[in-house]
């Protein structure tokens, strides 16, 4: 039992010692100078933009199809002679391919068959109404004589009812047989029709080029049956004017209300690196698209294509252009975020910054009201500490900002981050395992002061 006792202080004898440690390295490291690193302010033209990427399409493509079902028997030739395939360039009515015809002309000679049956009925019923008015007319004839004699010695009762009824029926005869010619008319017209549909099916067979423009895709070979149920199966994919391109460029919800119809674009393939293309938005598509909970917007990027350097379906990398500054003051965007301890501050201006800073926050509390442009603070250095400059913050693309202020002057060095003068000094030095690691250089260039404008910009 006293054994253990004995281990239990030991044990926090060990961990008291190294706690001094570690708080003695804190307060050794705390206290070392800092050397710290700086960028020059420059004059120069800025250009603020919105990146997202898209796809090359065609502005205008036609699905060719087939409307009749059949066998691929042959291609036909584009204007050069050869025979139609990926890339080639056709005109209006060029022969694209043509089906196996053979059940659609054979349906056409039946149709034909059947046209002249029905002209030939048609012809017999108008016969028959010729017969058949004879026939009213005979009968009528008789029919006035009878009446005048009457029933009488001279004409039987009999023979003047037989009379009577030969006229009756004759009239009937007549409109039966006027009712057959309409209906051969009928029969008639639809043999036409029919006629006309094997002679259009037929014509189907041979598949024509509707416009004019450049084969981007050929779907079918020789020898490949197609088959047209309900809807009609793709043959080839047309481009009508390669020298129109569209950009489809998927613009996320967050950018999408910097973007309008007639603004500038630029935009580079990776097939042709070294060239930069030109253009402007057509069109912002209204139906947004969700990909894991993150919305975006189709905008129509156009832009010609003379040379037909661009080629369907490339991956663009787009920039909107949103804004641009010409000769303007530019401050790298380290120095807009980077902050300074308080014990770093120039000790003329540590109780004017704090006090600043709670003004600030007054300022951009939910109810205040004041300043239409973005403020902001880059730290120049001062002997062995830095003092603010108040800026206005205007454009940024990425790298620099836009920064003007009265004691702002070109070429002027600002601090962009720091390091101890043991890292700058000795970069090998090794570091007691019983501390954390410090942030390096890098880290600490990009830290953003919890109270800065442009920290809170970008978040």
């Not at 029919?194 to 004019?212: E, F, M, W």
């Not at 880059?378 to 400059?389: A, G, L, N, S």
């Not at 070109?410 to 043991?422: A, L, Q, R, T």
């Amino acid at each position: 039992m006293r054994r253990k006792r004995g281990i239990t202080v030991m044990v926090v004898i060990v961990l008291a010692v190294v706690g001094c440690i570690g708080m003695w390295w804190i307060r050794s490291r705390g206290n070392q100078n800092s050397v710290f690193h700086t960028a020059q302010v420059k004059r120069g033209d800025l250009l603020s933009t919105i990146s997202a990427t898209g796809t090359v399409e065609p502005t205008e493509v036609v699905d060719v199809g087939a409307q009749v079902g059949g066998l691929i028997k042959t291609f036909g030739k584009d204007k050069t002679g050869k025979s139609i395939d990926y890339a080639s360039v056709v005109e209006a009515g060029t022969v694209l391919a043509k089906i196996d015809d053979s059940l659609y002309a054979a349906a056409l000679e039946t149709a034909k068959a059947q046209l002249q049956q029905a002209a030939a009925n048609k012809a017999s019923a108008d016969a028959n109404v010729l017969q058949m008015k004879a026939k009213l007319l005979q009968a009528q004839q008789d029919w006035d004589r009878a009446k005048k004699l009457g029933p009488s010695d001279a004409l039987a009762q009999s023979a003047y009812d037989q009379y009577l009824a030969n006229f009756e029926v004759a009239k009937a005869n007549l409109a039966a047989t006027e009712a057959a010619v309409e209906q051969t008319k009928a029969a008639l017209a639809q043999a036409k029709a029919a006629l006309s549909t094997a002679q259009i099916n037929l014509g189907y067979c041979t598949i024509k080029s509707p416009v004019k423009g450049v084969i981007i895709d050929r779907r079918v070979n020789i020898g490949q049956t197609v088959v047209a149920s309900l809807s009609a199966p793709s043959l080839f994919l047309l481009a009508k004017d390669l020298r129109r391109i569209t950009i489809w460029v998927s613009v996320n919800e967050a950018d999408i209300g910097s973007i309008y119809k007639g603004q500038p674009v630029t935009f580079t393939v990776d097939a042709i690196p070294n060239r930069e293309f030109k253009g402007q938005v057509g069109k912002i598509r209204l139906n947004a698209t969700m990909t894991q909970n993150v919305v975006t917007y189709n905008v129509e990027v156009t832009t010609d294509n003379d040379d037909g350097k661009l080629l369907p379906y490339l991956t663009a990398n787009a920039r909107f252009i949103t804004g641009r500054r010409e000769d303007v003051v530019l401050a790298p965007n380290a120095a807009l975020r980077w902050s300074p301890r308080p014990e770093q501050i120039a000790p003329d201006f540590r109780k004017k910054q704090h006090a600043e800073k709670g003004s600030k926050r007054d300022k951009n509390s939910p109810g205040a009201v004041g300043t239409n442009q973005t403020r902001g603070t880059i730290w120049i250095e001062q002997d062995k500490f830095v003092r603010p400059i108040h800026v206005n913050i205007g454009l940024t693309d990425g790298a620099f900002t836009e920064v003007e202020g009265k004691n702002v002057s070109d070429s002027m060095n600002v601090v962009v981050g720091e390091s101890s003068k043991e890292a700058a000094t000795s970069p090998g030095t090794e570091r007691s395992p019983l501390m954390p690691q410090p942030m390096g250089r890098g880290q600490r260039q990009g830290q953003a002061s919890p109270d800065s404008p442009a920290a809170e910009r970008e978040r």
